[in-house]
């Protein structure tokens, strides 16, 4: 086989990452944790817990049940809050020098404008993600995330406040997601996210009771992968901006198929919790995988299965 | 940044050595990691994958029953599809395991030591007494064990090779005093010729075991902790789906824990 330069270099906009590895919201912390496995500076970003202008408690214990392949999560936005992130957090992960994707959210969209503006303010933050989408939150917020008119207002009031590059994340539980995917896109999107978490819930047989204390949660883990993988496929064919696509990836194979669906870098959420290295794994899988095909950079494989 | 070495220190695999059935549905898995790894001390404990597929897909915690020549063992009880896969390891089987995970128990080398165990909560209580015996100038740890039956009163040989011998309960009385292992506690605590500032109290068990016996240190102003179990998916406080309610807020077991002040936890 002769030997090709391979380049791992992606772009999501005006964001340029060395490589299409980042994590999902959630899974990651705020990177220290994981700095004791290995060295997070290879990532191509890490994508932070989800913060709010305030620091939020989140939902009552029981918030986690195992599933197939799978888990159910109703964390409900535990964060300690921009400022305390911004003050406490954001320094180490400078110092590692790694790309920082902050993942927020409000409870209104004067708040989303709000902490967008906050942190698009803040030094050593390269780009936003916009969570309109987590399934843990009350009724009525889930609005941001399934009705196209107020997923627009949103965005668009988010644009406005910060000039960084903007991800909005989409939530899976809509009757199309290619169309939310164009809202975002028309709204000033950089880029799109998927998938969120998909509703779910599970049961105890013996006290005849919800297990999770919020009774439903956010399904992630292999299970979902299928689902997510034809909702990036359809997300690529409305939409031109940059998809990241992620629900379920655990190895290279999985990873390259959200590329060939159409996305140009990954996120690995649930895989976390499972090997805390497995980023490094799928990253060094992409790579062997360019070598045995004789791929040289990323956009050969990117929507390749349509 | 640290150092590679130390960084790949608390994700290993381990080869079993031994999977013992001890009685009905407990075991007793000795496990000897691939490599060298942090030092295990009494309350932490490990996240181990019990198969290296997708279903199960996440790492159970186990805490250190005891610390070994070559590695460390686990004390556990077949509850669920994790536990019953484990139970048919056999010796030579490889399992991916990151640890060791939380914080220990605060020894007070000044006092008195009590241990208190409810069932399986013996696991991390008799490594605890294994390590205060081969303290040098700590005294001998005072243990009060509760089981549901005669049968189920675990370490009974260990103990006695540590020269321990506990305070027994049981729920059906085949061993020891029948009743509740809190109320026998209390009964000594109360006797008269204690001074409970000299007292520190260590326990792990069912929960109920645990309330009463915090409002007991409550009561009587004892200084006492608590190892607790929760579901966890990450075990090194990042899921967050671990938390429990504390005076302090919400704290993640894993990362917080899992040893709480006794006074602290809000049932």
Redesign the interface.
């Known amino acids: 086989m002769k030997k090709k330069t391979i380049t791992l270099k992606v772009n999501i906009g005006k964001l340029k990452l060395k490589n299409p590895v980042m994590t999902a919201s959630g899974t990651f912390g705020y990177g220290r944790e994981y700095a004791e496995f290995f060295d997070i500076s290879r990532l191509g970003a890490v994508v932070v817990k989800g913060l709010s202008l305030k620091p939020r408690q989140g939902n009552q214990p029981p918030r986690i049940v195992e599933t197939a392949s799978g888990m159910l999560n109703s964390i409900g936005l535990q964060n300690i809050g921009i400022d305390s992130f911004i003050e406490n957090e954001l320094p180490f992960l400078k110092k590692v020098k790694v790309p920082v994707i902050v993942n927020f959210f409000g409870d209104s969209i004067p708040e989303y404008a709000e902490a967008a503006a906050k942190l698009g303010a803040t030094k050593g933050i390269h780009a936003l993600e916009m969570n309109i989408s987590c399934p843990n939150k009350q009724a009525g917020w889930s609005i941001f995330g399934t009705d196209p008119r107020v997923t627009s207002k949103v965005i668009m009031a988010v644009r406005k406040a910060t000039s960084l590059p903007l991800i909005v994340k989409l939530s899976p539980n809509v009757t199309d997601i290619g169309l939310m995917a164009k809202t975002a896109e028309d709204a000033g999107a950089d880029a799109i996210s998927a998938i969120n978490t998909l509703t779910g819930m599970a049961i105890d047989i013996r006290s005849r009771k919800p297990k999770l204390a919020n009774i439903i949660g956010g399904l992630s883990g292999p299970a979902i992968k299928p689902v997510a993988l034809k909702m990036v496929w359809e997300c690529y064919k409305s939409v031109k901006i940059p998809i990241i696509g992620m629900g379920g990836i655990t190895t290279a194979e999985d990873a390259i198929e959200f590329m060939l669906a159409g996305a140009s870098a990954v996120a690995v959420g649930t895989g976390n919790f499972i090997n805390p290295a497995i980023t490094m794994e799928i990253l060094e899988g992409i790579t062997s995988f360019m070598e045995e095909e004789g791929i040289s950079s990323l956009k050969q494989l990117k929507g390749e299965a349509h | 940044?640290?150092s590679?070495k130390y960084?790949?220190s608390?994700?290993f695999k381990a080869v079993v050595t031994e999977n013992k059935r001890l009685i009905k549905d407990h075991y007793l898995l000795t496990l000897s990691p691939l490599k060298k790894i942090k030092k295990n001390r009494p309350g932490n404990f490990f996240m181990i994958?019990v198969e290296s597929g997708?279903?199960?897909?996440?790492?159970r915690p186990f805490s250190l029953h005891r610390s070994t020549k070559n590695g460390f063992q686990i004390l556990y009880r077949v509850v669920g599809k994790g536990t019953t896969i484990l139970s048919n390891k056999t010796p030579g089987d490889i399992l991916?395991v990151?640890g060791p995970l939380g914080n220990t128990f605060p020894v007070n080398n000044k006092h008195r030591n009590i241990l208190v165990a409810g069932g399986l909560g013996i696991a991390p209580i008799f490594g605890l007494a294994d390590s205060i015996v081969n303290s040098p100038g700590l005294e001998q740890p005072l243990l009060f064990y509760g089981a549901r039956t005669g049968k189920e009163v675990l370490c009974k040989k260990n103990l006695a090779d540590i020269s321990i011998r506990p305070v027994i309960a049981t729920d059906d009385g085949t061993a020891g005093k029948k009743g509740n292992i809190v109320k026998v506690l209390e009964k000594f605590l109360k006797s008269g010729s204690i001074n409970v500032n000299e007292y520190s109290i260590y326990a792990c068990g069912p929960k109920p075991m645990l309330k009463a016996l915090s409002a007991l240190t409550n009561k009587l102003g004892i200084k006492g902790y608590a190892a607790l179990e929760?579901?966890?998916?990450?075990g090194?406080?990042?899921?967050?789906?671990?938390?429990?309610?504390t005076t302090r807020?919400?704290k993640c077991v894993c990362?917080e824990g899992p040893v709480f002040p006794l006074n602290e936890i809000v049932w």
């Open positions: 940044m640290r590679w960084v790949l608390k994700l994958s997708l279903d199960p897909l996440l790492k991916d990151i929760q579901s966890m998916a990450c090194i406080g990042t899921c967050l789906g671990c938390v429990v309610h807020g919400l990362k």
